[in-house]
């Protein structure tokens, strides 16, 4: 993640500058107990630079091992344990260096207590930053990836509910494509086309994409067109749309199921001929399509009027628009209206 | 042999008749648009056999299957393959998934001509079978003099015995369907519909009261003014359903 090295980069200098002033007061506070000049330099240096690699090394440590439990218990060992290394190991470059100097020596000596004190503060307050600082991190990553999955998700979901092509709507073309084959071939033919063209349109990946209102209607065009072919006279549509509405945008592929769930609606609970009114207007900027077939309110099994392929319209249309209202269904004399409300960009 | 076809669509007609063709023995005596016309054609013609499809107009291949008495040898033609192993069970000749091949077309019609020939075939179980999923779709079909009523199960506010009959009571009035007590009990809805009595099964949305009636039998008194006799084990059935 470059984004989460450019933040570390940025902690370098206050780190580094934190360490110098250290190294600022060690000196002064040494030159007060009577050291010379270059052994309190020396001193407050090479202590500081010491204490300010075990800060690092705390702070990457945690970068790979992060404590679940009992995390003040380890801050606090951690501590302890760096301190006394970090002790020892001053002491003994200390004493190379300066083993002649008995004046230092006893000081070093004298002042172990208040070295190691300031150690286990320095090394404690680092290791509870780090603490912190990575275990945000980690809070941070598990949120991205949740909110990774949960795309991820209903992306699927929005698929899925594209792809839910009717089966028996497939199965039924071909069977009168079949048909077609010996009597008329040229019939036959054109058919193919329109159901390969009708079955590319449904193989788009892309859930997000929306089409302009033009090219939704041709699409449905192919559709109806095919359906006549199976049903003969009995399927009549109606299309009516205002002339300059087709430029608004809707989901890809969301009328046709909403037709086809009217034809179904309309074949199998009428005798007789069918009229389908397909209307489009412009409410309020957003665009309203109304879908009409006709029904025997007698007969309807209450099931049909909310049946699976309105629900997944419904769900489809919350899953963009985070709407439970874009689709209303109601009944006027012997008629099912389907209404589909698609709010437009703006 | 006669034969009818019955599909609401015009092309998968054509193509059965298309592969009739090459059958002169069998004879086409008419086409149907829905299960309306092919009860009619089949009561007409009487014919030996029949291409039905299942999802048609206003009732269902199955669901026409109920209003016929004698049903001559059935081959099913569908898209549908959720149906088969039910059709399968319940010895129709055949199940056709559409598109179907001519190869599979005659292999159907063999089995059809085999069985003629041993006529052993129990049409009447393919029905009961088919017609309780046409129940447990929420509605049944009766025949109404000459016509053919579609009958929401809500719309029932009780069965009646009445020898191989039950009597389906409705605010539009009284119909007979050839039936036994015991295919609506185990059909209808249990939560809805309880058999209080051995010739009675009523409608429970439609109870308003229950009355205690000689020794341990009661009368339920439905909201349409009828009253009913309710037997103990009924009376049993009752309390536990409406939980009293």
Known sequence: ?????????????????????????????????????????????????????????????????????????????????????????????????????????????????????FAFLMIGCMSTISLLWHTQRDILKTDEQQKE????????????????????FLFNSLNSISALTATQPEKARHMIQQLSDFLRGTLKKDDHHKNSLEEELQYLELYLDIEKVRFG???????????????????????????????????YDTIGDVVISITAKKINDELEVTVQNPFDPETAQPLQGTGFGLASI???????????????????????ITTIIIPQAI | MKCIIIDDEPLARMMVKEYLQSYPDIELVQECNDG???????????????????????????????????????????????????????????????????????????????????????THELIETASQSAVQSNRVVVKDGGKI????????????????YVKIHTADGVFLKKKTMQFFEDSLQQQQFIR?????????????????????????????????????????????????
């Open chain 2, 36 to 122: 309306f016309e092919g009860v009619k054609a089949i009561q007409q013609h009487q014919p030996d056999l029949i291409f039905l499809d299942i999802q048609m107009p206003k009732i269902n291949g199955f669901e026409m299957l109920e209003l016929i008495d004698n049903p001559p040898q059935i081959i099913f033609t569908t898209a549908f393959e959720e149906y088969a192993i039910k059709a399968f069970e319940t010895h129709a000749v055949d199940y056709l998934l559409k598109p179907f091949s001519k190869e599979r077309f005659d292999k159907a019609i063999q089995k059809s001509l085999q069985q003629k020939e041993k006529a052993t075939t129990n």
């Open chain 2, 149 to 164: 009523k579609i009958i929401p199960v809500a719309q029932i506010q009780y069965v009646e015995a009445a020898d191989d």
């Open chain 1, 314 to 336: 419904k769900r489809r249309l919350f899953l963009l628009f985070a709407r439970q209202d874009l689709l209303q269904t109601k009944t006027e004399n012997n008629y099912f």
């Open chain 1, 1 to 117: 993640m470059p984004a989460t090295k450019k933040n570390n980069a940025r902690y370098i200098p206050i780190f580094i500058g934190w360490s110098l002033l250290w190294i600022f007061i060690q000196w002064n506070v040494l030159l007060k107990f009577g050291l010379t000049e270059t052994e309190a330099i020396v001193d407050s240096y090479i202590s500081n630079i010491l204490l300010g690699a075990s800060c690092f090394l705390v702070f990457n440590n945690m970068k790979y091992y992060l404590p679940k439990q009992e995390k003040y218990w380890f801050i606090i060992a951690i501590s302890f344990v760096l301190s006394c290394c970090w002790l020892l190991l001053v002491r003994l470059i200390l004493w190379a260096i300066f083993k002649n100097d008995e004046h230092y020596i006893s000081t070093l000596h004298q002042s172990s207590t208040v070295r190691f004190g």
């Open chain 2, 196 to 244: 209080v009595h051995r010739s009675y099964i009523i409608n429970a949305q439609l109870i308003t009261r229950i009355d205690p009636h000689e020794k341990e039998s009661h009368l339920v008194l439905l909201s349409t003014g009828t009253k009913l006799p309710v037997s103990k084990t009924g009376y049993a059935k009752l309390k536990e359903v409406l939980g009293i």
């Open chain 1, 149 to 168: 999955i949960l795309q991820l998700a209903k992306d699927a979901e929005l698929f899925k509910l594209r792809q839910q092509l009717q089966p028996h």
């Open chain 1, 233 to 267: 006279h009995r399927l009549q549509t109606v299309i009516d749309v205002e002339e300059n509405i087709k430029q608004m945008e809707l989901p890809s592929l969301i009328l046709q199921p909403v037709v086809e769930n009217a034809i179904k609606f309309g074949l």
